[in-house]
């Protein structure tokens, strides 16, 4: 199985200021035949489904603040939040979907300073 | 657009059986794999079962082996997961999930409780 480890468990970042996450996988999830990363990025608040920010590592979901990035190839990527807005306070969690089974990274708490 | 609709959650108690279902539409449902993934209380997610498009192949996590049966009828768009033998543990929500056209999509999830 691949394994995802994310990185910080948890950070507090004021009003305005970037947060940075980052995913690192035990084996590359990208596939060379379309050079595409099988890597998604969810936002999850309290009592509420996963919502997808960013998918094949980079491509932000329809509807998704600019705010929000993805960046990263093979085994590490980062989701970047640029400006961080107090409706940002969730749980973050990275996705390989590249091979089953699928495997999340432990998710990353986001808090305002 | 894609849309996934679980239901069939509750309360049951342990060593009891629930039949999970997920409807799915906005997508042709029988060209793509599907997944059930979970999620405990306070916790974290957790891939449980795939399917392939035609049914012929399925897969589970170890925690629920033998005792969760996946399964899919193409005509009817619906995605079901069969749990038997059900223990506190599995106490969690459950969603169903596929990967169309490269773009991972969920359902709202049905919570499923184990409990006496």
């Not at chain 1, 996988?25 to 309290?46: D, E, H, R």
Request: proline share 4%.
């Amino acid at each position: 199985d691949i394994v995802m480890t994310q990185s910080p468990d948890s950070l507090a970042v004021s009003l305005g200021e970037r947060a940075t996450i980052n995913c690192k996988s035990s084996q590359s999830v990208s596939y060379s035949s379309n050079n595409k990363n099988y890597l998604g990025w969810y936002q999850q608040k309290p009592g509420q489904p996963p919502k997808l920010l960013i998918y094949w590592a980079s491509t932000r979901e329809s509807g998704v603040p600019d705010r929000f990035s993805g960046s990263g190839s093979a085994t590490d990527f980062t989701l970047t939040i640029s400006s961080l807005q107090a409706e940002d306070v969730a749980v973050y969690y990275c996705h390989q979907y590249y091979s089953t089974p699928w495997t999340f990274g432990q998710g990353t708490k986001v808090e305002i300073k | 657009e894609v849309q996934l609709v679980e239901s069939g959650g509750g309360l049951v108690q342990p060593g009891g059986s629930l039949r999970l279902s997920c409807a799915a539409s906005g997508f042709t449902f029988s060209s793509y794999w599907m997944h059930w993934v979970r999620q405990a209380p306070g916790k974290g997610l957790v891939w449980v079962s795939r399917i392939t498009s035609d049914g012929s192949s399925t897969g589970y996590a170890d925690s629920v082996k033998g005792r969760f049966t996946i399964s899919r009828d193409n005509a009817k768009n619906t995605l079901y997961l069969q749990m038997n033998s059900l223990r506190a543990e599995d106490t969690a929500v459950y969603y169903c999930s596929s990967v169309v056209t490269g773009i991972p999509g969920w359902g709202q999830g049905t919570l499923v409780t184990v409990s006496s």
